[in-house]
Nanobody, 115 residues
């Protein structure tokens, strides 16, 4: 059973930065899509960013230019660098790794941005 272990969430003031990390508990094929989603209270879970094995990335319009997703295939880890955070970024952030044969989710990490 693969587990995704997230870290790096917390409380930060508006304008600040955080870096989220998500590591798979075992080695998995790098032929996958690794991504970050978030869910704010009372809202649906939404895609924040994803990155395919070749390195191409996709970002939600609301985070483009502020967030950067990256991956280290050797470490089975995906990162999300979040800069210029605003209170609207407050949510639980979930890591996701999926391919044609599997779809794994992390337990979520809280990010709270104070004004």
């Amino acid at each position: 059973q693969v587990q995704l272990v997230e870290s790096g969430g917390g409380l930060v003031q508006a304008g600040g930065s955080l870096r989220l990390s998500c590591a798979a508990s075992v080695s998995i094929s790098s032929s996958n899509i690794m991504g970050w989603y978030r869910q704010a209270p009372g809202k649906q879970r939404e895609l924040v960013a994803n990155i395919i094995s070749g390195g191409s990335t996709t970002y939600a319009a609301s985070v483009k230019g502020r967030f950067t997703i990256s991956r280290d295939n050797a470490k089975n880890t995906v990162y999300l660098q979040m800069n210029s955070l605003s209170p609207e970024d407050t949510a639980v952030y979930y890591c996701n790794v999926r391919s044609f044969v599997y779809n794994y989710w992390g337990q979520g990490t809280q990010v709270t941005v104070s004004s």
